[in-house]
């Protein structure tokens, strides 16, 4: 049964394709269709509108792009991951890839940041972590929930539940383990080119990496 949520979700469909126009690549109708109502449902149950609305952040607080929203992370992790995905299908023909999977796991690993940066959901974990957490799930875990209710098979779950640390006590899916690398390298590689706020850079990152002087 749709929740009111998803009743009124049906206005966030043109805002969905404009932000993420890679949806497109996804080739089989029902995969496509899938990714795009997970997303108008992720949207539905928050404070967002838009993804491009949503702060380009890793979580948040950390890593946060001087310019431009979360749809610029979704964007660039995809295509990173599949022109990784690309390379090896073209120098290794008996490579097997599932390039649908990939761009549907691409677009919505980070979907549950919907609820984890969500600042309403920030401000009432603040007020008393005791009581839910704080977050009470991070966004791998809330992004698989919200790719399951929105029929989405499991292995773009999968991509969001096991693209960071939450994966580590699994074998991580080919594609899976594909877009893990693609979100590390874009972050490592936005945070050398001077895309990230300083005062955001954790210290881990700060010892690794020299952010680049941009004029
Ligand atoms: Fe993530
Ligand atoms: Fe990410």
Redesign the pocket.
């Known amino acids: 049964m749709l929740t009111d949520d998803q009743n009124n979700s049906a206005d966030l469909r043109p805002g969905v394709l404009e932000d993420l126009p890679e949806l497109g690549l996804i080739a089989g109708p029902e995969l496509q269709e899938k990714a795009i109502k997970a997303w108008m449902l992720a949207l539905g149950q928050s404070s967002f509108r838009r993804i491009r609305d949503m702060p380009g952040e890793?979580?948040p607080g950390s890593l946060i792009l001087k310019e431009g929203g979360q749809d610029l992370h979704l964007r660039g992790v995809t295509l990173v991951a599949l022109s990784m995905a690309e390379y090896f299908i073209k120098a290794f023909p008996q490579a097997s890839i599932d390039r649908d999977v990939l761009i549907a796991g691409g677009l919505c690993?980070?979907i549950g940041?919907t609820f984890e940066c969500d600042p309403e959901n920030q401000k009432r974990w603040a007020a008393d972590a005791s009581r839910n957490g704080r977050p009470s799930l991070r966004?791998?875990i809330f992004g698989a929930h919200i790719c399951l209710m929105a029929g989405l098979p499991e292995s773009v779950a999968h991509i969001a539940a096991c693209?960071?640390a939450e994966g580590d006590n699994v074998q991580r899916s080919l594609e899976c383990t594909i877009v893990r690398e693609a979100?590390a390298a874009w972050w490592r590689v936005a945070t050398g080119a001077g895309l990230v706020r300083p005062d955001s850079i954790p210290a881990e990152f700060n010892r690794m990496y020299a952010q680049r002087v941009n004029n």
């Open positions: 890793a979580v690993h980070d940041k966004h791998p693209h960071s979100d």
